[in-house]
C-alpha cells in the first residue's frame, strides 16, 4: 500500500511524494480577490456534487496561484466522491488539478479508484488525455492500479491512435516504462504511420526521441534516428 503524504511547499513550487513535474507547479498564489473568504465558501461546504467540484477547480486554474490549504480540501472532496463521477468529469478533474499544479493522496485515491472505469472503454483521445493529465502530475503511472488497465487499453486503441503517439510515448519515458511489448507497438505504429505520410515529421521525432530513451540498444533505432535528423 502506498504512504502518500503531503511534503512541503513553497512560493514557487509544491512538493509531493509523486515529484510533481516543475511543467505544472503554480501553486501559492490567491486564488480570488479574496482568498480568505473563498477558502471560508470552500471549508463551509458539506459536499460538492462533481459539477460544482469542476466549476470551483475551474475557477482555481484560472488565476495564477492557489492557497495550499484550499486545493487540500479540493482534494479531499475529489477523493471523497470520486465515485459520482462519469469518466470524462475524473478526466476533467485531472486536468484541472494538473493545470493548478497539486496533486496528493486524494487526488491518487480518486485517479486510480476509477482507472477502470475511464480506460476500460476509453477512446483514442481520452486515452492520451488522462496518461498525459497523470504523467505530468508525477502520479505513479506504473502502479498496477493504473498501468493493469491502461496497458491493454493502449493496445486496443493503438490502431487510432495518431497525433497522440508522440504524447504517450513522451509520457511513458519521463516514468521510465520498461514494458518493451508496448513500447515497440508504439513505435510501429508510428513507423507506419510516417511511412503512409499520416503522421508529421515533428510527432514522429518525439516518439523516436522517447523511443530511444527507452530502448536505445533496439534493432534499427540508430538507423531510424539517421533519417530523423537527416
Not at 89 to 95: G, Y
Not at 168 to 193: F, N, P
Request: with cysteine; net charge positive; glycine share 6%.
Amino acid at each position: 500500500r502506498l504512504n502518500i503524504s503531503l511534503m512541503a511547499l513553497s512560493s514557487s513550487r509544491l512538493l509531493h511524494p509523486f515529484r510533481v513535474s516543475s511543467r505544472c507547479l503554480h501553486v501559492a498564489k490567491p486564488i480570488s480577490p479574496d482568498p480568505t473568504e473563498m477558502m471560508g465558501a470552500i471549508s463551509a461546504a458539506s459536499r460538492y456534487t462533481p459539477d460544482e467540484l469542476l466549476q470551483v477547480l475551474t475557477r482555481v486554474a484560472r488565476h495564477d496561484s492557489a492557497q495550499i490549504s484550499a486545493c487540500r480540501v479540493l482534494a479531499r472532496r475529489f477523493g471523497q466522491s470520486a465515485g459520482e463521477y462519469y469518466p470524462t468529469q475524473i478526466v476533467e478533474a485531472t486536468r484541472l488539478f494538473r493545470s493548478i499544479g497539486y496533486a496528493d493522496a486524494s487526488v491518487w485515491a480518486a485517479v486510480a479508484g476509477r482507472a477502470d472505469n475511464v480506460l476500460g472503454t476509453a477512446s483514442p483521445k481520452r486515452l492520451v488525455q488522462f496518461l498525459e493529465y497523470v504523467g505530468d502530475l508525477q502520479l505513479p503511472l506504473r502502479d498496477p492500479s493504473i498501468w493493469s488497465v491502461a496497458r491493454p487499453s493502449i493496445l486496443a486503441v493503438l490502431p487510432h491512435i495518431r497525433g497522440g503517439l508522440g504524447t504517450v510515448m513522451e509520457t511513458l519515458a519521463a516514468h521510465g516504462c520498461k514494458d518493451d511489448y508496448i513500447i515497440d507497438a508504439l513505435m510501429a505504429q508510428a513507423r507506419v504511420l510516417f511511412r503512409g505520410g499520416e503522421l508529421s515529421l515533428s510527432i514522429f521525432a518525439r516518439v523516436v526521441e522517447s523511443y530511444g530513451s527507452l530502448r536505445p540498444e533496439a534493432d534499427n533505432f540508430d538507423k531510424t534516428r539517421e533519417v530523423i535528423q537527416g
